[in-house]
C-alpha cells in the first residue's frame, strides 16, 4: 500500500492520488470489518498536498484587466473574449467549456443557459445562467465563425485544426495568454483561476454561501 501512495504521488495530481488511497483504506476497512483480512491500510500516512498548490483569483478590476488586453478586432479576439467573460462569470472548468456545443446554448424562462456536462458527469443535465453581456459575446463570435447548430461551441482557428474543439490544454493557454498580456503573470494564476474569481466576488458582492455553491455546482 505504501508502495502504491508513493507511485500515485508521483503520477498523478495530488486530488487524485488522494481519492484513490482513500478507496485502498475503504476497501481495507471493509475487509477487516468482515473478517477477510487485517486492515493494512490503516496507518498509511495520506498524499500530502504540495506546498503552494492553490491557485490565486484576480479582483475585478484585475479581471477588467484581462478583458480589456483581448484585441476584438478579429474573429480569434471575439473568441478568448467569449471565452473569459463566460468562464469569469459562470465559474466553468475548461473541461465543461471544452465540452460545450452551439446547441447548449439555450433559453430557459427568461434567462439564456448553457447546459454542460460536469465533472464527473456523463450527460449535460446541469446547466449555467448566462449575463446578457456574456450572451451577446458568445454569439459575437459564432456570428463571425457562421458556426453551425451542432458545432463545438468553441473552435481552433488555425488552419491545421480549424473547426475542431478546443481543447482543454488549448483554453488554458489561451486564458494564461491574456493574464500575461495584462500584466497578471504568476504561476498560481491559471485558467482555474477564473472559476476561484467567480465564486469570490459572488461572494464579496453579497451572494449567500449557498447561492455561491449552486452557482459552482
Keep these: 500500500v505504501v ?26 476497512k471493509w475487509t477487516d470489518s468482515e473478517g477477510y483480512y487485517p486492515n493494512i491500510a490503516q496507518y498509511v500516512k495520506s498524499v500530502k498536498q504540495a506546498q503552494g ?18 484585441n476584438r478586432t478579429n474573429v480569434q479576439g ?10 469569469l462569470t459562470t465559474g466553468l472548468r475548461t473541461i465543461e467549456v471544452a465540452r460545450a456545443n452551439v446547441e ?3 433559453t430557459l424562462g427568461n434567462s439564456t443557459v448553457l447546459y454542460v456536462q460536469g465533472k464527473g458527469h456523463d450527460t449535460k443535465d446541469d446547466y449555467v445562467k448566462v449575463p446578457k453581456p456574456v450572451e451577446m459575446a458568445i454569439r459575437t463570435y459564432l456570428r463571425a465563425v457562421q458556426s453551425q447548430k451542432e458545432s463545438p461551441l468553441f473552435m481552433a482557428l488555425d488552419h491545421k485544426n480549424k473547426g475542431n474543439r478546443l481543447t482543454t490544454r488549448s483554453l488554458s493557454r489561451i486564458c494564461k495568454k491574456y493574464m500575461i498580456e495584462a500584466g497578471y503573470e504568476s504561476d498560481r494564476l491559471t485558467a482555474h483561476s477564473l472559476r476561484h474569481t467567480s ?12 447561492q455561491v455553491q449552486q452557482m459552482a455546482r
Design 104 to 106: 447548449d446554448l439555450r
Design 199 to 210: 465564486v469570490t466576488l459572488a461572494l464579496l458582492n453579497g451572494n449567500t454561501l449557498e
Design 3 to 28: 508502495n502504491f501512495r508513493d507511485h500515485i504521488k508521483d503520477t498523478h495530481k495530488t486530488g487524485t492520488a488522494q481519492t484513490y488511497l482513500a478507496s485502498v483504506r475503504a476497501f481495507f
Design 53 to 70: 498548490f492553490k491557485k490565486d483569483y484576480l479582483t475585478s478590476e484585475q479581471a477588467k484587466d484581462v478583458l480589456n488586453a483581448v
Design 78 to 87: 471575439l473568441r478568448d473574449y467569449a471565452i473569459i467573460s463566460l468562464m
